[in-house]
């Protein structure tokens, strides 16, 4: 298994935290990093390599 790094990123486009996401393949590492999107977009790397950019959720209160 391989460690991803899930960077969030906050409405002016910064990051505010990075979380690691274990996973077997790219695809895999999106889909876990899915649970980090809720108010903040969230950027998958590994290494030096974007894999891809989750867009921010808004909750609805």
Request: glycine letters at 6%.
């Amino acid at each position: 298994m391989t460690t991803y790094r899930a960077y969030l990123i906050d409405g002016n486009n910064r990051v505010t935290s990075c979380k690691p996401v274990d996973a077997e393949t790219d695809a895999g590492a999106l889909q876990a990093a899915r649970q980090f999107v809720d108010g903040c977009d969230v950027e998958v790397w590994l290494l030096d390599r974007m894999i891809g950019r989750l867009k921010r959720t808004n909750r609805v209160n």
